[in-house]
């Protein structure tokens, strides 16, 4: 293919092939075919060592029904080397309706096809963790109890309000995570919270009224003879 060609067809369509050629390319083979000379008009990204000039072999393209829509597949073809393509070929008219030029996109599976093998030895069946290693780690249960719950909603940390933190708590609290010292800075920062909204939750999900930002000091009494508010419950020193 030359930078300049008197062919109309290939000034006005060759941007639009090196742009596709660019996008898919190494992987995309973009040929240009001549539909009244039957032959290839120009070549992007060339895979199966054919150039300009070369013959096209594209059959009778005047026996397509003009009605029939004009883009076909993706199909499968084949190189000589086993490589497997997929590929679209799409029939551009003139203004009476007759083909005048071929425009086909080869694209290279075998990346694709190797990508996908490889996230499927990823995906893999895992085998059971051996839990004595891990029976000490409270940093785990609290990762599954907070990951389960996003993956089992579907709303990422940033997303979850009041209600789905208060959940999480209860989980976490169940499965004894909060019993260990200085959880709540390791909650606060897996929820991506600040340690003073996860002691005001806790004080909301155990029924303690006012604010449990200092969990271990019992509020102030209103006056004299006047018994304040129950101390909020123990929680671990942060």
Request: proline share 13%; charged share 25%.
């Amino acid at each position: 293919m030359t930078s300049e060609t008197p062919d109309p067809r290939l000034r006005a369509l060759a941007p639009v092939c090196q742009a596709v050629a660019l996008l898919l390319g190494p992987y995309a083979e973009v040929v240009l075919h001549d539909a009244a000379r039957d032959e290839v008009l120009a070549i992007w990204n060339p895979m199966g060592g054919r150039g300009p000039g070369d013959p096209s072999l594209l059959g009778e393209l005047d026996a397509l029904d003009q009605a029939a829509p004009d883009v076909y597949g993706p199909y499968p073809k084949l190189l000589p080397d086993g490589r497997r393509l997929s590929s679209v070929s799409a029939v551009l008219r003139d203004e009476d309706g007759r083909p005048a030029a071929v425009l086909c996109v080869n694209l290279d599976r075998g990346p694709l096809e190797h990508a996908a093998a490889l996230l499927a030895a990823f995906a893999a069946p895992t085998a059971p963790r051996p839990e004595p290693l891990f029976e000490q780690d409270w940093t785990e249960r609290m990762n599954e109890v907070i990951g389960g719950y996003v993956r089992a909603h579907g709303r990422p940390l940033q997303r979850l309000g009041r209600e789905d933190r208060i959940a999480v708590l209860r989980e976490l609290d169940r499965a004894g995570v909060l019993a260990v010292r200085r959880a709540v800075p390791a909650v606060a920062r897996a929820l991506e919270v600040s340690r003073s909204t996860v002691y005001t939750l806790l004080a909301e999900l155990r029924g303690t009224p006012g604010d449990a930002g200092t969990p271990d000091a019992p509020d102030a009494p209103d006056g004299p003879g006047t018994p304040g508010p129950p101390a909020p419950p123990a929680l671990p020193a942060d």
